[in-house]
């Protein structure tokens, strides 16, 4: 597992993450992915670091989830009931965009198992079901990307440990009858969606939490998880929402509460020879910079880096 040279840590970001016509003062930050490449790139990360995924097609999607869903989705059939739950005007900008975004999870997922950890410049499309998309999530990357590395006979149990401020409800659902896919969520208990599902571990926590007992709530998941489940690959979802100047969090956890958390996770991992593969979840700051300075912590904590 080679991971001691942060030249060898893969980065996994094609341009169309952030090309996507939305409405004037829509709440997704589509800007952040290309802003990320561009903060990483100007601190010195060569641009041979990173790897471009290709878009999966409507075919390999309805192969794991409904096909009906899929079908009428990409091809713009779906009711106007359900695209407003998904929160996107239909465009085959979108599709295309969501069919890249999803191929870069599971590419990063192959590339973890390879170096030991990886890192997507998007992925954490965790409220996406079997047959519905809600929350900007269309289609499950972290479910996909988990069933990709059990296609590695060394791989029988994996982690999906998600940090983002709202529960991963599609990724605890569409895991709840897969006994190799464990799911932890640390989320806002008041907070999207209002219908919580039951992963194999839970940990709502109070609007306002600060960082002590949030840090002490995530040592203590990783703890449960890793001694509970043994997983041998994690998929880790390094949402920022959780942040103090978060719109849409509710938590006030600082910058530095961030940068902690996801050392300890890559920690663990270390510790029990665990290969990762990171994607960044959300994040909804208006002002792209900050936004994209609370990202950064994941690169930082990963040693991508200083």
């Not at 208990?189 to 571990?201: A, D, V, Y």
């Not at 926590?205 to 043994?230: C, I, M, P, Q, R």
Request: aromatic letters at 10%; glycine letters at 6%; one cysteine or more.
């Amino acid at each position: 597992m080679n991971v001691s040279n942060p030249l060898s840590i893969p980065l996994v970001f094609h341009p169309i993450y952030s090309q996507l016509d939305l409405p004037y003062r829509h709440r997704f930050p589509i800007e952040k992915y290309q802003a990320i490449y561009d903060r990483l790139t100007s601190l010195g990360v060569p641009t041979s670091q990173f790897h471009q995924p290709h878009a999966l097609t409507p075919l390999q999607l309805a192969r794991v989830y409904s096909p009906e869903y899929v079908n009428a989705l990409s091809r713009g059939e779906l009711e106007s009931k359900a695209m407003r739950r998904i929160g996107f005007p239909w465009s085959a900008q979108l599709i295309e965009r969501s069919l890249t975004a999803v191929a870069g999870t599971v590419l990063t997922s192959s590339l973890a198992l390879e170096h030991g950890k990886a890192l997507n410049l998007t992925g954490g499309y965790h409220h996406a079901f079997a047959n519905f998309g809600s929350g900007f999530c269309l289609f499950n990357d972290l479910y996909l990307a988990a069933l990709n590395m059990l296609q590695t006979p060394t791989i029988n149990k994996v982690l999906v440990f998600d940090c983002d401020v709202h529960q991963g409800d599609g990724t605890a659902k569409l895991a709840s009858n897969n006994p190799k896919v464990f799911t932890v969520s640390i989320h806002g208990e008041k907070n999207f969606p209002h219908r919580k599902q039951i992963s194999n571990l839970d940990f709502p926590l109070a609007k306002g939490t600060e960082d002590s007992e949030y840090l002490h709530t995530v040592e203590h998941a990783l703890h449960l998880a890793f001694s509970t489940f043994k997983p041998n690959a994690v998929i880790y979802d390094a949402g920022v929402d959780i942040h103090i100047n978060d719109d849409l969090g509710h938590l006030n956890i600082s910058t530095q509460g961030v940068y902690a958390r996801d050392c300890m996770v890559f920690d663990v991992c270390k510790q029990y020879g665990v290969p990762i593969a990171a994607v960044i979840g959300g994040g909804y700051q208006r002002d792209i910079e900050s936004l994209v300075d609370v990202h950064l912590q994941l690169y930082r904590a990963a040693g991508v880096v200083a």
